[in-house]
T-cell receptor, first 118, second 115 residues
Framework: AQTVTQSQPEMSVQEAETVTLSCTYD???????LFWYKQPPSRQMILVIR??????QNATENRFSVNFQKAAKSFSLKISDSQLGDAAMYFC???????????????FGKGTKLSVKP | DSGVTQTPKHLITATGQRVTLRCSPR?????VYWYQQSLDQGLQFLIQ???????AKGNILERFSAQQFPDLHSELNLSSLELGDSALYFC??????????????FGPGTRLTVL
């Protein structure tokens, strides 16, 4: 079974600085997707960025970028120029790219609570 | 706004009771997923339906059941409620039941409190 681990329960960053959130995962599959979701105090789950495992190029969405190391099964999120609105829980998630069984659902890590200091 | 709606937003009930949570997927989405978010267990997948049929099961208790109706809305039924069932229940929807390019869109969640 696949697992996702986020080893940093809490992180803090100064406004306008850069912060990196860590995520490792375990899978025997070769084709999958990885995601970072943001959950602000409103509790809404917001997709921040996604990465296809077959793509070597790291995904980027504005101030958010990932460092995807497939061999190391590592998937970190870098937030540049941090803003107060970035304060939230961040969840790393895995989903199989295959059909069948329970592979359509997301498998989440425990989350990292990010605080942004003004 | 993801296009996925969930009702009610909040639900407070007593132990031993039964409740029903409702989810309407985005227009055009055939799959519905239910997730539970609790302090001790984190975010866990419960069950998935695709076009009215159960497709996958996760860590769903026997006291819990779900169904997807012909109009594609889904209901999650929780019975014999216990204090530990207090959690945020999310519904998500997607076009397909698996495979690539099958983005899941989350609803705002239903906060269940069992007293």
């Amino acid at each position: 079974a696949q697992t996702v681990t986020q080893s940093q329960p809490e992180m803090s960053v100064q406004e306008a600085e850069t912060v990196t959130l860590s995520c490792t995962y375990d899978t025997s599959e070769s084709d999958y997707y990885l995601f970072w979701y943001k959950q602000p105090p409103s509790r809404q789950m917001i997709l921040v960025i996604r990465q296809e495992a077959y793509k070597q190029q790291n995904a980027t969405e504005n101030r958010f970028s990932v460092n995807f190391q497939k061999a190391a099964k590592s998937f970190s999120l870098k937030i540049s120029d941090s803003q107060l609105g970035d304060a939230a829980m961040y969840f790393c998630a895995y989903r199989s790219a295959n059909y069948g069984g329970s592979q359509g659902n997301l498998i989440f890590g425990k989350g990292t609570k990010l605080s942004v200091k003004p | 706004d993801s296009g996925v709606t969930q009702t009610p937003k909040h639900l407070i009930t007593a132990t031993g009771q039964r409740v029903t949570l409702r989810c309407s997927p985005r227009s055009g989405d055939l799959s519905v997923y239910w997730y539970q978010q609790s302090l001790d267990q984190g975010l866990q997948f419960l069950i998935q339906y695709y076009n009215g049929e159960e497709r996958a099961k996760g860590n769903i208790l026997e006291r819990f059941s779900a169904q997807q109706f012909p109009d594609l809305h889904s209901e999650l039924n929780l019975s014999s409620l216990e204090l530990g069932d207090s959690a945020l229940y999310f519904c998500a929807s997607s076009v397909d039941w698996g495979g690539p390019y099958n983005e899941q869109f989350f609803g705002p969640g239903t906060r269940l409190t069992v007293l």
